[in-house]
Nanobody
C-alpha cells in the first residue's frame, strides 16, 4: 500500500487548508485511515481518523470542531479539511492506513498503522 499526501502549504492564522491522501489499495481490502502530525522536537501526535466503513470518525481534542476527515472510496482518497487554523497547528502532516480492525483506543495510536505516507508541511503564520 502506498500513500501520497498533498495539499500542505503556508496559511495565515484563521485560514483553511485541505489535505489529500491518495492511496493504492489491494482489491477487496478496506482500510482505516488517519492523519497524524509532528512538529519539530515533538512526538508524532494523532489528529483524526476514519474507520474502514467510513461511518466512524475520531478527532483529537485540539482539532475537534475545526478539522474534518472524510473519504472517497471511489477515488481511494482521504481528506482532512482544516479550518480556523492556528500557529500551533504547524507541523508535518502524515496520512496512515491500516488493513486491520482498530478499536477506539488503538485507532489513535501510530502503532496501529502499518502504512505511512511521506508527509506534507503545514505552516500557519500568526
Amino acid at each position: 500500500v502506498q500513500l501520497q499526501a498533498s495539499g500542505g502549504g503556508l496559511v495565515q492564522a484563521g485560514g483553511s487548508l485541505r489535505l489529500s491522501c491518495a492511496f493504492s489499495a489491494r482489491p477487496s481490502t478496506r482500510y482505516g485511515m488517519a492523519w497524524f502530525r509532528q512538529a519539530p522536537g515533538k512526538e508524532r501526535e494523532f489528529v483524526a481518523a476514519i474507520s474502514w466503513s467510513g461511518h466512524n470518525t475520531y478527532y483529537s481534542d485540539s482539532v475537534k470542531g475545526r478539522f474534518t476527515i472524510s473519504s472517497d472510496s471511489a477515488k481511494n482518497t482521504v481528506y482532512l479539511q482544516m479550518n480556523s487554523l492556528k500557529p500551533e497547528d504547524t507541523a508535518v502532516y502524515y496520512c496512515a492506513a491500516s488493513d486491520r480492525f482498530l478499536d477506539s483506543n488503538v485507532i489513535r495510536q501510530p502503532r496501529g498503522y502499518a502504512y505511512w505516507g511521506l508527509g506534507t508541511q503545514v505552516t500557519v503564520s500568526s
